[in-house]
Antibody, heavy 126, light 107 residues
């Protein structure tokens, strides 16, 4: 069955960096775009970023653009999120989520998330 | 960015009640609208895609309707296991955006 397992969360000081990982199994990872979505404490869901199936295209929310970098290693079935210059407002549970459309590359073809991980908590605090 | 306005933000209903949640987009998104169920500590779950299509394996008491800017999500007969927060999400344009969520509780 499809599984997405996030890791790498923890407590980090403002201005520091952290890298999250998302290990995928149960489907052909290299066929699908994968997203990061986060939920701050007491808040709703916020889309963060997406990477195309082959890693050639990446899109970001304005709130993280220039600070976060999404990447993937299809040989390891793993997605990453490199988070730099972290702020208190980045505190959230971070989920990776699989897009339903295969071979999606342009910005207009991403649609919805048919599988999600359980999330990893990132706390930015001094 | 497309803003998604979801209402109510919370509701309390009795078991067996019909529950309706609305979601309004700031511009026409055709039918590019999905609904998710999110329980605390769990992964969100896709219930409805493309405004009205029931995801495989999802119970038929959940339904969705609408097009353009106005959408509705309905639980026909609320059950105790439906306690969760429900979100709409548009995919007409990046950034993908969610409604603020509706927390559903049992009265």
């Amino acid at each position: 069955q499809v599984q997405l397992v996030e890791s790498g969360g923890g407590v980090v000081q403002p201005g520091r960096s952290l890298r999250l990982s998302c290990a995928a199994s149960g489907f052909t990872f290299s066929y699908y775009g994968i997203h990061w979505v986060r939920q701050a404490p007491g808040k709703g869901l916020e889309w963060v970023a997406v990477i195309s199936y082959d890693g050639s295209n990446k899109y970001y929310a304005d709130s993280v653009k220039g600070r976060f970098t999404i990447s993937r290693d299809n040989s390891k079935n793993t997605l990453y999120l490199e988070m730099n210059s972290l702020r208190a407002e980045d505190t959230a549970v971070y989920y990776c989520a699989k897009d339903v459309i295969p071979y999606c590359s342009g910005g207009s073809c991403y649609s919805y998330f048919d599988y999600w991980g359980q999330g990893t908590l990132v706390t930015v605090s001094s | 960015d497309i803003q998604m306005t979801q209402s109510p933000s919370s509701l309390s209903a009795s078991v067996g009640d019909r529950v309706t949640i609305t979601c309004q987009a700031s511009q026409d998104i055709t039918n590019y609208l999905n609904w998710y169920q999110h329980k605390p500590g769990k992964a969100p779950k896709l219930l409805i895609y493309d405004a009205s299509n029931l995801e495989t394996g999802v119970l038929s008491r959940f339904s969705g309707s609408g097009s353009g800017t106005d959408f509705t999500f309905t639980i026909s007969s609320l059950q105790p296991e439906d306690i969760a927060t429900y979100y709409c999400q548009q995919y007409d344009n990046l950034p993908l955006t969610f409604g603020g969520g509706t927390k559903v509780e049992i009265k």
